[in-house]
Structures are given as C-alpha cells and as structure tokens.
C-alpha cells in the first residue's frame, strides 16, 4: 500500500498496516525532520522493523535532494539475515511501483567467518584463526612476496578483486551475507573485502552493534561513514550492556602467560630484523618522530582490530618518544606485564579507580600514564612492521595492550577489580583482573556526536525514561506504544503456586528446594499435555537449568514429558545450541511439538523468535536476577547510583524484568498470532516487581491472573486454546480498528489516529 | 524357512473356564503339536494349521494371562495359556505366519512348477509378494492360471510385464515405519539381584539401534573392534561400564578409568564423529536461527574482553572438558535422532547386520547431503515466508496438496452419478416460470458477452491436470462398457457368459501384449514363445464361438 505521512509517500509492501506501525512512522518522521534522536518502545509483534525500514527508505525516496543513508545496527547476525530478508520485500515493493528509480543497494556486513569463501582459509575452526588465515594470504607483504616468488600462496579471491579495482561493485540490490557469498563465488571476488568497499557506498547498511559501539571494531569500518546518516539500534533493551562490555577487558593467569609468550617471541623477530634488514625498524621509527597517524597509510587488507579506545581522543598526539623504538618499548610491556604479575597475587578482592592504578604503575613499573595510552597503536605498528601475520596467537599481549590504553585514556567511569577467585566456586583458584566499565555512555557517545539521527528502539524499553540517562544523551521524540489487539492474543499468567499450594520461586533459599523444583515439573508436564506445538521454557541460569534438569531426569518427570514432546536444550556450546533450534523448529514443524529449555540472559533468549507455532507457551521458571554479589555489579550500581541517583534495588528489579520480558516477548509475532506466558514465582505478583514489566504485557494481565496455582493455569490455557481456535475477524470489530487498509489511512487524519489509539 | 519350529511350555484349555492342562506345545511348520505332561491326560493334539481360521490373543498390560486362542474351521476353539507375553507373542507370530502359508500353498506351489526357465532365480520375499498379489486379485490369479499353469507363459514372464506392480506393492509394505521411542536409552536401568554388586543389562535389538544411531562413535567401535577383537558380550560390558561412570557424574574417574583402558576412553572421550557431523549440519541450518554464525561476527567478546565475571554470566568449569558429557548434550541427541525418525529395513535380529546397515544408511544420506544444491534456495524461501507478516496482507490461500485421485473409476463413476442426479433434482423442485428461467440465462449470457471469459472458472493448468488424471486409465474401457446399462451389450448377456467374455478379453489382451512385445523374432526361445502364444489364441476362438452358440 502506499499513503502520506505529511509530505513523505510511504511505501509499504502489505496491503494492510496496523495503527500502532502507522504512529510509529509518524513519530520516527518528527525526529528525521528535526535530526535529532529518538527513543521508540513499540511490543513485539508489531512489525517494528518493517515499519522502520518503510519509513526511511521512503523518506529517502522522496527527498532525493539529502541523501540520507540508513545503518542498521542488529545484535546478532540471525537478526540481520530477518532483518535483510524483509528488506529485500520492501525493495521489491518499491521498484515495482517507481521503477528503477527505486533502486537501493543494501548489504549486510560480517566478519570473515561468515562472509570468505576461500575454502582453504574458511576451514580454520574459529573466528580468530580465519581472520588470521585470511591476512596470511593477503597482507601486503605476503603479496609483495607472492610476486617475486609464485611459490607463496596468496588467494585467488582477493587477488582478481583487487585486479578489478574500481570495477568491482555490487550491482544496487539487497545482499544477505548468502548472496554476497554467492555473488563472490561468481565472480571470483573477494565477498569479504567487497563489502567492506560497499559500505562506503551503500544505501543501507546492516551490520552487528559492535561495528558502532565498539571501537575495537568501528575504528575500521565505521569511520568514515558521513554525518548523514540514520543509525538505528534495533532490540535495544540491553543496549547499555553492549557499550559497557565494549570497553571493559580483563586480565587472567593465562593472559600474562600468554603475553609473555608473545614478547618472547616478538624479542626473536626483533632480533632477526635487526641482523637482516635494520632499516625497517629505522624506517618505523621514523615514521613514529614524525607522528603519522597510525592508520592512515594503511591498506585495507593489513588492518586489524583498531584502538580499544575511542579513536579521536588518540590520533591527535604522536607517540612519545620512550618507546618509538622497537625494543624499548617491548622492555615497557615486559615491565607492565611484570607488574600486572604482581598484582593478580593478591589474597583478597581489590578495588580501585583507574587513577590510582595509573599511579601505582607510574612508581612501581615507572610507565607513565601517556606511554600507557599509547601501547595499543605502538604494538599494532610494531606488528606491522614485524610483518606478523598469525595474528590469532598474539591475542594475549593485545589483550594487555588494550587494557593499557583504556586505563590511561579514561579517568572516570572505570573501576579495576582484581579477584582471587570467583565467590560462588571459592575453591578454584583463578585470580582476575577486570578493568570495567560502568559508563555506558563513553561508548555510545561518539555514536550520538557523529550521526544526525539514532534511532533507539525494541519491544521493552520501560521504564522509558531510564535509558536518556544511562546513555546520556536527549531524544527529541521518546514515545511508548502499546498494542491495539483484535482479540485478547496474549495470555500472561502469574504463577504463585504449585499444584500442591505450596508457593513457588527461585529466591535464593527455595531454589533448590525439592518441592519447588517437583512443583515446576509438574507444571511443565502439565503444560506439555495440553498446549499444542512448541513451549520454551527459560531459567534464570545454566546451573541452575542443569540442576533442575538433573532432578527432573532422576524422578522420571522428564519421562513423562517426553512422552508429549521432544526435549532440547540450549547448552554453552552454540554449534550445539544452534542445531538444537533447528531440530525443535523442525519438531514443530513436523507437528510432533517440542520443548525448548532456555536460559534468560543466554544467546536464545537474546535473539531467537519463538512466533506461532514455534511457541505457544513460554515459562519463565523464577526472575533471572543478576548475581547480586559479583563485584563488578556492585561497583556498577555504585557508580550509577552516585552519577545518576538510580537505586540499586530498582536498577537489579529493572534489569530482571526486561530480561524476562524479553523472554516472554518472542511469542507474538502478529495480531493473528498467539501465545501465553507464565511467569513461575510467587514474587511476579509483588506490586514493585510486576509493575516494572512493559505496559503491553501488563495491560493483559488481569487481575485474576495474578496468583494462580498449577490447576488453574492449566484451566485458563485450555480455555485460552479454545476461544484462539476461533474464527475471528481480522479487522477488529466494535469503534476500534487493529488492521487499516489504504481507505481507512485516507480517510482519517492524524488527529483521529491518535485518538484511536490513546 | 528359517526357524522352523518353535517349542514352548503351555496350558491348554478346551473352554476360557477350563483350568487348562499344562504341557509342552510344539509347532512345526505345517501343523501343531500339544503334549500333555500328564502321560495319560486325554487332551493329546495335532493339528494341520490348513484347518486353523484365525487366531486371538489377549494383550499385554490387560488383566488377562497370556492366552492364545486359535480357532478352526469347525468353529471350535484351541485355547493356550503361555507362562509369559514372550511366549505367547512367538507363539502368535509364528501361528501368523504358518496360517498364510498354508492358504497360500497350493498356489505357490503350481507357481513353483512351471518356472522352467533356467536363470530365473527369485527371492522367498518376492515370491511370498508374488502369490499375496495374486490372492488378492482373482482375475489376476485366474489369468496366472490359464496362461502360466496353462503353459502358455513362463513365470518370468508373466511377471515381466508387471513389475510395476511388485514395485509399487513392496514400496506400500514399507510405508509404515516404526521411528524411535521418545524415552531415552539412558532410561535402560539395570537390574540388581539385590545379594552381589551385579548388575544386569537387558538389551534388546532396538535398544542396540537406538544407542548406535546416537552415538556414532560406539557403532563405529562396534563395526571395528566386534568380533575380531572382542566379543560382543564384552563390548557391552565395557559400554555400560562407561555409562557408569557417566552416571557417576565423577569426571575424574571417568578420566582416570579412560587412561588405563584405550577401548574404554572411547566411550568416554566426546564423539569426534558427532562433531563433525555437526559441523557439517552447521553449514545448512537456517541463517534466522544461526547462533554460530554470531559468534564468528562478535569481536566483542574476545577472549578476555568484555565481562569476565560478571553478575549475568555464569560459572563454567573448563576441566576434564573432554570427558565430561552432560545429560543436555545427550537430550539433544536423542531428540534429533528421534526427529531424524530413520530406520534401517532389516530384521532386527543380530546385532551386527544391524550396524552394517545403518552404517550403509549413512553412507548413502551422505552421498545425497553432498548432491543436494537445492536446499539453499529452499531456505531462502522459507526465509522470506517466515519474515512476512500474515495478517497484514491477505492470504496467498492454502497451501494445496495435489490432486491425486487413488482409483479414478470410482471417482469418475461417482461424479457421472452426481452429474446425472443433480439435473434431475433440480428439475422436481424447480417452479421457476420459463420466463424468469430465460431471462436470467439471456442476463448471464450478456454478462459474460461484455466481460467476456477472462477468468476461466478452472485455471487452464489445473483442468489440465485433472483432465490428465482421469483420461489416464480410459483406455481400460472394458468397465465403462460394462458399467453403463444403457448402452452395454454385455449386461444382456447371462452374467456368467458376461464373465467369461471378460475373462477372454483381458487374456487375449495379456496374450497378445506379449505377442507383440516378442517382436522382432531373433531367437528361438522368442520363436517357441510366439507359437505358444499363437496357439493359445487360436483356441481362445473356438470358445469364443461356443459362447455366442450358447446365447443365441
């Protein structure tokens, strides 16, 4: 359908759109017209990114004057696939109905693991060892040696894309990383470096978080995008998260084994450099005393992970003189690594801020603060110049070097805490250091600085006011939106008791218990019986899944439940967990229904749609608090509750219940869709802890549902089951309308729209 | 035939009521022994299963003992009460089998006669299809008669002309497969006499497949290590014993047994195979669901970036990692295993041709992984129907299975009898006036005039299909002859004359389709053939003529 929003012809490629999608779009239009940022809470199932994507592309569409690109920024590769492949709808839509004109290119972008098609690289295990397979065959020394000697082997695939030069583009079109993949096997171009060119001309860019966030990573692709542009942070509840772990590292036994490992190692080349061919190391040192910026002669195939910290704050200084030279600085490392040494040994929990760390190194190690700043761009180029191409084994003095510059960059919003072991397993030792970061707005901020407009959205974002403050920055529109439902889809449940009235939860003091864990099983087997298809269950944590598991197994609940329905589980292993997922997708199905056991917080919950028959019940065994007594967290709720005066008790509830919501919430994915949650533990029904859920959850939580036991819930499902199995009409019946067509837009106005829906 | 007699203890009883005399029943292939322990006890037996009709069985888990009731011709009953369900379901198996036998026997055995021709070497199982063809279709068997036993035909080649038949009739047999138990294997528990610290394990056939389709590695220790190197029993032994130690949960142990005992570590030791398998899975799981794929993509999470320990994150142990297998690893398996539902074709009966043919069931899923390039495509579009949201367009209409009419005579006759009845109908109820009648015959004409037919009411493709499906047998135009009253000679004709008319009708046919088919004549075997065949015909007329004799 096509209609206005003000003087932007919307393309959007259903013949039906939903009143909440169309305010939607009218708010993002109000923030791209005063380029300001955005802050969107819209429940799932409402087609957010469709909405989204229609939205921009059309805006683009019709003001061709400013070209505006799209960067769309997902959490996970699977996400972007969906993600993409609604793009390619949208696309098409719209070439049919305006012709060539129309015509956008979008690509997706990944690492080399996902997108080389060099089989001989690509055969590598992990990520790491095909990244630096990759560089064996591509860096430029390799080539340079290639051409003197045919014997060396480069790869094909990047050779002929380089031999094409600027001849080697993507035609306009959606690439998922698939067809990029197909598209350089046909070609015989390199997908991997070819994207990353695309990027710069691309329409629409989808890519991970971290190719923003983090600046390890955004260093190399993300710096040279334009100010025009539209970032998007699609799923962005956890956000706050994403930028904290971008900036944190830390420091194990095996880390500083390894790093000095690696100086050894470096020390060997050093010396053979200095015995054949000095004039490199002089030529290096050269180039330091005249403070080129490290990056910018690069080529394209030698870069490897930038700066860990934030890239400007760097690049306007030169590197100080004590370690331009390639040995002295090695002697710092070693010094640093030697002191880190030192202080892993320690007995008790430490605590400090990077000042006072700073310090000490400055009077125990005698490096200064500005040298440690320095060490990740020295030892990059130092690596350079080594020519070292097995990148993945020096993983561990980059490790160290990172951690050196964030702790000399950054004075506030880190703390360093060294354990000797871990609280919940006190007899392992395995002291750590953790430098780690409780500001996420240090990373976010060049985010917000550079680009015109971010767009923050996802299906939980309540309470909405909090993430301004946690990322720090001002939303020209903040909205929350809730859902317009034809008929009552979602069935949320509070589960407070087990079958024999005994109160059920995960608090610390009843988890184990037996009772608690035999009244879940019967819960679930319960379940199993009457709910058709697919039922995900999540917990609040792998040892406690295996526990309860374990237990099921040896009473033989678990027996019975399989004689419903299959069992799968996610585990830490992804392969596992991956194949997992397709064999319950495929359980579904097949209509043999299945079990999916989860964990909230873990990769599943995280990004996985569990949407019709994949799901029509999710449990929620427990509230998947965080581990209220880990140092890192509790440093963290200080400094929030220093800096932003937000309560720790209100910032671990909050953080608990979007998790859970975030559970719960994959089971919608349309009006015509449907599903239940059960939330199983006697604290759900808490005022303070209920309240804190997003308000298109509570809205269905009627009071009746609040304290039920397992007999009534099994009651409320099969009624439940019963009235969804219903006819029904699609449009919404009575005054209010859930699905509008093209006549319904034309005919009301705004105004009336919104007073629909509020 | 393979167990050619089967000896159990058993009760006899002549009524339900009866006590029963215990004894010993032995059945052999053709008949059923009772020997009373009691020398002088009265109820002695032996009968010929030709005589026996039918038999019953109470079922296992009902209240009743196991009893077998076997029923003969005369009405009369022979109960046996077996000491246990085992017994008895041997017992009733064999006694299935012997039954069909002896029905089948005089056939088969006139079969047996005349395959005369020196290369022909058929199976018992294809032989067994062969005469369960021909009981089930009389005309058939009555054709097989004249013209095989007749000495028309050979068998070979009789049976040439329709392997289409055999085919489609073994592939039926197969149809029904029996998948994998949802309970896990893991759930065999052992059983102890309570006095030493034996355990026992009881494993049967399927059990044994169960456990090598879920974990490679041991079938593959199975094929490599039995019998060269030990014995089966030993091979068992050890595999349990390494599930004990699972069980245990006690990775130390586990890698302590595992050092001293090379065959044992495999069963500790994590599948190699398994992991290959799953990374080759890997390649072709669906991107939407694709974890892996993620975890190549994060550089966030670099060894020791991000949050070590953080509050979200949980414990891992990495020690013994290589021994330690968790009961979710092992739940997964299964169920994909059970989803997998493959099961090979053999009897389940030794163990070893058991792992020989899932391992050729492998090879053979594997060759057809490598081969099939259209299983991405198949993934995009599923991609692209999974992401569209259904409500908001409307529907692409049902997914439609298609057409497939299993006997078109039947549809065909059932739709003539609507289309003859419904005008009919209409015509009784029908009190329209003539004029009404024409003037919404002349307002549809109009209307289709300006319209004009642009949307066919059937799509061209699919009436084509259709058509297609139907005119497919119409050649077999013998039954419309026969069926249609009003312009069938045949139904004037004494329904017995009608039948043998029929008769020489489908045998001329036979005869002659393999007339034809001996051409060109280049070898005296075809030479003979077509004489016998010409001969046959030639007296296929005369008896023609007798008929049209007898009628007129």
Known sequence: MKFEIEDVTVYFPYDNIYPEQYSYMVELKRALDARGHCLLEMPTGTGKTIALLSLITSYVLSKPQSPLKLVYCTRTVHEMEKTLAELKKLHDYQVKHLGPAA???????????????????????????????????????????????????????????????????????????????????????????????????????????????????????????????VVVFDEAHNIDNVCIEALSVCVRRQTLEGATRNLHRMEQEIDRFKATDESRLRAEYQRLVEGLALRGDLRVNDTWLANPALPDDILKEAVPGNIRRADFFLRVLRRFVQYLKGRLETENVEKESPVAFVASVTNQAGIDQKTLKFCYDRLHSLMMTLEITDTDEFLHIQTICDFATLVGTYARGFSIIIEPFDERMPDVQDPVLQLSCHDASLAIKPVFDRFQTVVITSGTLSPIDLYPRLLNFNPVVSRSFTMSLTRDCICPMVLTRGSDQLPVSTKFDMRSDLGVVRNYGRLLLEMVSVVPDGIVCFFVSYSYMDEIVNSWNESGILKEIMQHKLVFIETQDVVETTLALDNYRRACDCGRGAVFFSVARGKVAEGIDFDRHYGRLVIMFGIPFQYTLSKILLARLEYLRDTFQIKEGDFLTFDALRQAAQCVGRVIRSKADYGMMIFADKRYSRHDKRSKLPGWILSHLRDAHLNLSTDMAVYIAREFLRKMAQPYDKAGSGGKKTLLSQEDIEKMGDSSLNDMLY | MASAQVIKRAKYKTTVKDPGTAGVLKMAWDRFIFTPNHPNSASNLDVEFRFIKGHKNTKEGSNKPPWLNLTNDQGGSYIFEFESYPDLHTCRDFVGKSIGRSGETPTAASGKTD??????????????????????????????????????????????????????????????????????????????????????????????????????????????????????????????????????????????????????????????????????????????????????????????????????????????????????????????????????????????????????????????????????????????????????????????????????????????????????????????????????????????????????????????????????????????????????????????????????????????????????????????????????????????????????
């Open chain 2, 115 to 552: 395959a005369s021709l020196p290369d022909e070497q058929i199976s018992t199982a294809e032989l067994e299809l062969r005469i369960k063809l021909l009981r089930e279709n009389s005309e058939l068997q009555k054709l097989h008669k004249q013209l095989v036993i007749g000495g028309i035909l050979t068998e070979a080649e009789f049976w040439a002309t329709r392997k289409k038949l055999l085919d489609r009739e073994s592939s039926r047999k197969s149809k029904q497969r029996v998948g994998f138990k949802s309970a896990m294997i893991s759930d065999i528990k052992p059983a102890t006499d309570g006095r030493t610290n034996k355990v026992t394990f009881s494993l049967t056939p399927e059990v044994i497949l169960q456990i090598f389709a879920e974990k490679p590695a041991v079938h593959a220790a199975f094929l490599k290590y039995v019998p060269n190197k030990m014995t089966e029993k030993d091979f068992w032994t050890k595999y349990f014993k390494a599930e004990y130690l699972h069980s245990t949960r006690n990775a130390v142990a586990a890698a302590a047994e595992a050092a001293e005992d090379e065959e044992l570590a495999i069963f500790l030791r994590n599948d190699d195979i398994l992991a290959k398998e799953a990374r080759q899975k890997i390649r072709r799981v669906d991107p939407t669901v694709n974890m892996e794929a993620d975890q190549g993509d994060d550089y966030m999470h670099l060894p020791d970036h991000g949050l070590f320990r953080d509050g979200g994150k949980d414990i891992i142990e990495s020690q013994y990692e290589l021994y330690r297998r968790t009961l979710a690893h092992d739940l997964n398996r299964h169920a994909a295993v059970v989803l997998e539902g493959r099961t090979v074709e053999v009897e389940l009966e030794d163990t070893r041709t058991v792992a020989e043919a899932l391992a050729k069931l492998k090879r053979v899923e594997s060759a057809n992984e490598d081969s099939d390039g259209t299983a991405n495509q198949g993934i995009l579009e599923r991609i692209a129907r999974i992401t569209e949201i259904e409500d908001l367009q409307a529907s692409h209409g049902p997914p439609l299975a298609p057409l497939c009419i299993k006997d078109p005579r039947d549809y065909f006759d059932s739709q003539q009898v609507i289309a003859v009845k419904a005008p009919a109908a209409e015509g009784k109820k029908c009190n329209l006036s003539s004029r009404e009648a024409y003037g919404s015959l002349r307002d549809s004409i109009s209307q289709t005039k300006q319209m004009g037919l642009l949307n066919p009411v059937v799509k061209t493709k699919d009436a084509l299909q259709v058509f297609n499906a139907l005119s497919h047998d119409i050649s077999r135009t013998k039954y419309d002859v026969g069926k249609n009253p009003q312009d069938s000679v045949l139904d004037k004709l004494p329904s017995t004359t009608k039948e043998q008319l029929l008769h020489h009708w489908t045998s001329i046919q036979e005869l002659l389709r393999h007339f034809w088919s001996s051409y060109p004549i280049t070898s005296s075997y075809l030479y003979a053939k077509v004489n016998r065949l010409k001969d046959a015909m030639s007296q296929i007329y005369p008896q023609l003529e007798v008929c049209s004799l007898l009628i007129s």
């Open chain 1, 103 to 229: 015509r956008i290119l979008a690509v997706g972008l990944s690492s080399r693991k996902n997108l080389c098609v060099n089989p001989r690289v690509l055969s590598a295990e992990n990520r790491d060892s095909v990244d630096a397979g990759c560089r064996k065959l591509t860096a430029s020394w390799v080539r340079a040696l290639a051409e003197r000697n045919p014997g060396v082997p480069t790869c094909e695939f990047f050779e002929d894309y380089e031999r094409a030069g600027s001849g080697a583009v993507l035609p306009p079109g959606v690439y998922t990383l698939q067809d990029l993949r197909a598209f350089g096997k046909q070609k015989g171009w390199c997908p991997y470096y070819l994207a990353r060119h695309m990027v710069q001309l691309a329409n629409v860019i989808v890519y991970s978080y971290q190719y923003l966030l983090d600046p390890k990573v955004a260093g190399i692709i993300s710096k040279e995008m334009q100010r025009e542009c």
